[in-house]
C-alpha cells in the first residue's frame, strides 16, 4: 500500500501549501526549480490531448509588508514540494469579474502549461502572454486565459501576474518608490521564463512575448532600447490592438503620488519620499484601491524604460525582432452606445482637441492640424455623423499609433500587419452589437475568443461552423508565427493559400475576415500622416 504524507507547511506570509510524498503519477509531474520542488497536473486540450499544468508558481517573493511599492525581489527557497495544480490568486484591482479568483497582494504568480511532459528531451517554441486591463485590471489567471486550444499546436504557454493600479504604477520618481514597478514585474517574469522555461519543454531561444491592449503597450514596451545578444528573454513580438507609440503615460507622477498619500492620511503633509512611502506600506490595500486615481507609465531618466516610444522607433532604438502587430476595426465601437452628442459637439466646435497631448505643437498649429483631420472623417460633422465619430475614436487611440510603428518598425525588421473584421457569435463582445451607420461591429477584444478559453467560449460546437472555421485559421496564423516568425510560412488550404507579406512603407496588411485580403494604407493613415508629420516637433513621444 501506498502510503501518503500530507504535510503542510505555510511560507513566507504567503498562505502556500506545500505537498510530500504522492503516488508514482504524482511524482511524474514534479519538476526541480532553483528554489525547491512543484508540482503540477494533467489537463486536456479541446482535441483531447494531454498538457500538463503549473500554476502559480511563484516567479517573485511577495510583495508585502516593506516590499510593497518596492522592485521584485527573488523568492525565498522553499522545502517541500509546491503544489502548483490551481489558479485562484491575482493582484489587487476594481473590477472583480469572476467569484472564483481571490485578490491579493502576494500575487507575483506565473502559469505554465506545455504539450510536453516534464523531463522529456522536446524544446518547443513558448509564447508568454502579458495581460491587458488598462493596467488596473485583469490577470494571467487560467480563467481568463485559459490554453487549452493553444495546447494542440505544440506550442509552451506562460501567463501571469504583475502588479496593478497604484500597487504597480504609483512613483515618487527616485529609489524609494520606482517607477513602472508593474513593468519591471514583467521583466523579472520574462527572465524567470528565460532561465526555466526548458524544464517544461520549451526552448529559452524560442520565445514570443504578446499581450493584447495594455499587455501590448507593454510589449512594445519591452522592445525599446537594443538588443542584449544571448540574455535577452524574447526574439519575437505579438502585439494586439496597443503599441508602444500610444499612450498609457502618467503625467505628473510624483505629486499623483502625494496626492493619494493626502487622502489616505489628511494629517499628511510631507514632501518627503520616504515619509510618503511610510504612509502608503501602512495603509490598507482596500483603502488605496477605493481613491480610484488614474496610474500609468513614466519615462523613467536611464534603464530599460528610459526611452520615448515614438523616438526610439525613429531613431532605430529598437529590438530589431520579428512582429505580428494589429487591430480590430471597429475598436471602439462601445462608444457609439455611450458617448452623449455633448461630447461630440466639444469637437466639432474646437477640433484641436482631435490632436492628442502628448503631441508637440503650436497652439495655432494644433487647431490647423484638427481642422484638416476633421475633413479626413467627415463632409459634417462628429454630432451629425456618429460612425465618423467612432471611427476616430478607434484610430486615434489605438490604430493609428500601431500604423506608424509598422511604417517605421517595418524597415528594419519583419512586421506582419493585421486587421481583425470577422464578426462573429464567439467574438462575444457587444453581442448583440452596438449599431453604428458606417461602421462595422468588431470591437475591441473580440480576436482574444478565436484563441483563449476564458470559460464562456469552452465548447467550439456551440458557436457557428464559421466562428469555428474562423477560430482554425485564426489560431493557425497564430501560432505559426510563434513557431516560425511567418504566420503564413507555406501554402495551406485552411488559410486559402493566401501568403501574408512582411509589411512595408505602403503599409501591406491582411484583413482577416471570412474571405482573408492582403490591402494596404489602412484606416486612412497616409492622409493622416501628412498632416501629423507637418506640425508635430520634438520631443517625440508618441504618435
Same mark, same amino acid.
Given at each position: 500500500m501506498v502510503v501518503k504524507i500530507v504535510l503542510f507547511v505555510l511560507f513566507s506570509l504567503s498562505s502556500l501549501f506545500f505537498i510530500s510524498a504522492a503516488n508514482n503519477d504524482s511524482d511524474d509531474l514534479i519538476v526541480q526549480l532553483a528554489k525547491g520542488k512543484i508540482r503540477g497536473h494533467v489537463l486536456e486540450s479541446w482535441n483531447g490531448k494531454n498538457y500538463y499544468a503549473f500554476q502559480e508558481i511563484p516567479y517573485a517573493a511577495p510583495p508585502i509588508g516593506a516590499a510593497r511599492f518596492q522592485l521584485?525581489?527573488?523568492?525565498?527557497?522553499?522545502?517541500?514540494?509546491?503544489?502548483?495544480?490551481?489558479?485562484?490568486?491575482?493582484?489587487?484591482?476594481?473590477?472583480?469579474?469572476?467569484?472564483?479568483?481571490?485578490?491579493?497582494?502576494?500575487c507575483l504568480l506565473m502559469n505554465v502549461y506545455s504539450?510536453?511532459?516534464?523531463?522529456?528531451?522536446?524544446?518547443?517554441?513558448?509564447?508568454?502572454?502579458?495581460?491587458?486591463? =488598462?493596467?488596473?485590471?485583469?490577470?494571467?489567471?487560467?480563467?481568463?486565459y485559459g490554453p487549452k486550444y493553444i495546447m494542440d499546436y505544440e506550442v509552451v504557454v506562460v501567463t501571469f501576474n504583475y502588479r496593478l493600479a497604484a500597487f504597480g504604477f504609483v512613483t515618487t520618481e527616485d529609489d524609494v518608490i520606482p517607477a513602472n514597478i508593474g513593468l519591471k514585474d514583467q521583466r523579472f517574469a520574462l527572465q524567470w521564463v528565460k532561465e526555466n522555461i526548458i524544464l517544461f519543454g520549451g526552448d529559452p531561444d524560442h520565445i514570443t512575448i504578446a499581450g493584447e491592449s495594455a499587455g501590448a503597450l507593454c510589449v512594445g514596451f519591452h522592445q525599446l532600447g537594443q538588443w542584449n545578444g544571448e540574455t535577452e528573454s524574447f526574439h519575437a513580438a505579438i502585439i494586439e490592438s496597443g503599441a508602444a507609440l500610444g499612450d498609457l503615460s502618467q503625467p505628473d507622477a510624483r505629486?499623483?503620488?502625494?496626492?493619494? =498619500?493626502r487622502q489616505l492620511d489628511k494629517k499628511f503633509n510631507s514632501s518627503e519620499?520616504?515619509?510618503?512611502?511610510?504612509? #502608503?506600506?501602512?495603509?490598507?490595500?482596500?483603502?488605496?484601491?477605493?481613491?480610484?486615481?488614474?496610474?500609468?507609465?513614466?519615462?523613467?531618466?536611464? =534603464?530599460?524604460?528610459?526611452?520615448?516610444?515614438?523616438?526610439?522607433?525613429?531613431?532605430?532604438n529598437i529590438?530589431?525582432?520579428?512582429?505580428?502587430? =494589429?487591430?480590430?476595426?471597429?475598436?471602439?465601437?462601445?462608444?457609439?452606445?455611450?458617448?452623449?452628442?455633448?461630447?461630440?459637439?466639444?469637437?466639432?466646435?474646437?477640433?484641436?482637441?482631435?490632436?492628442?497631448?502628448?503631441?508637440?505643437?503650436?497652439?495655432?498649429?494644433?487647431?490647423?492640424?484638427?481642422? #484638416?483631420l476633421m475633413k479626413v472623417y467627415t463632409n459634417t460633422s462628429f454630432e451629425e455623423d456618429l460612425g465618423a465619430f467612432v471611427r476616430w475614436t478607434s484610430d486615434r487611440t489605438i490604430i493609428i499609433p500601431i500604423c506608424k510603428q509598422v511604417e517605421l518598425g517595418s524597415t528594419q525588421s519583419p512586421h506582419y500587419l493585421y486587421q481583425f473584421s470577422y464578426k462573429g457569435d464567439l467574438g462575444g463582445k457587444n453581442n448583440p452589437p452596438v449599431i453604428v451607420p458606417g461602421c462595422g461591429t468588431v470591437g475591441h477584444e473580440e480576436e482574444l475568443r478565436y484563441v483563449w478559453d476564458n470559460g464562456s467560449n469552452s465548447d467550439l460546437n456551440d458557436f457557428p461552423v464559421e466562428d469555428q472555421l474562423m477560430h482554425l485559421r485564426f489560431i493557425k496564423l497564430w501560432t505559426n508565427f510563434i513557431k516560425y516568425y511567418n504566420p503564413t510560412p507555406e501554402d495551406d488550404a485552411l488559410l486559402n493559400n493566401i501568403s501574408w507579406p512582411k509589411s512595408n512603407a505602403g503599409l501591406l496588411y491582411l484583413n482577416i475576415n471570412a474571405t482573408m485580403e492582403v490591402l494596404e494604407n489602412p484606416r486612412h493613415f497616409k492622409q493622416q500622416k501628412v498632416i501629423f508629420d507637418d506640425f508635430i516637433q520634438e520631443p517625440y513621444i508618441s504618435y
Open positions: 521584485p525581489r527573488e523568492v525565498e527557497p522553499w522545502e517541500g514540494i509546491l503544489n502548483t495544480t490551481s489558479n485562484s490568486r491575482v493582484c489587487y484591482q476594481l473590477e472583480y469579474k469572476y467569484d472564483s479568483l481571490h485578490y491579493t497582494e502576494d504539450p510536453s511532459k516534464p523531463g522529456s528531451k522536446t524544446k518547443l517554441p513558448v509564447l508568454v502572454w502579458i495581460h491587458g486591463g =488598462g493596467l488596473v485590471g485583469q490577470s494571467g489567471a487560467f480563467q481568463y505629486a499623483n503620488a502625494f496626492d493619494l =498619500g519620499s520616504e515619509d510618503l512611502l511610510t504612509v #502608503l506600506q501602512n495603509a490598507a490595500p482596500e483603502d488605496i484601491l477605493k481613491i480610484n486615481k488614474k496610474y500609468g507609465t513614466v519615462i523613467e531618466k536611464d =534603464g530599460p524604460f528610459s526611452y520615448a516610444g515614438l523616438q526610439s522607433f525613429m531613431d532605430g529590438k530589431k525582432i520579428p512582429t505580428l502587430i =494589429g487591430f480590430n476595426s471597429e475598436e471602439y465601437i462601445h462608444v457609439g452606445g455611450s458617448k452623449n452628442i455633448e461630447t461630440r459637439r466639444q469637437y466639432d466646435k474646437d477640433p484641436s482637441l482631435l490632436i492628442p497631448t502628448t503631441f508637440h505643437m503650436s497652439p495655432q498649429n494644433r487647431s490647423i492640424a484638427g481642422a #484638416l
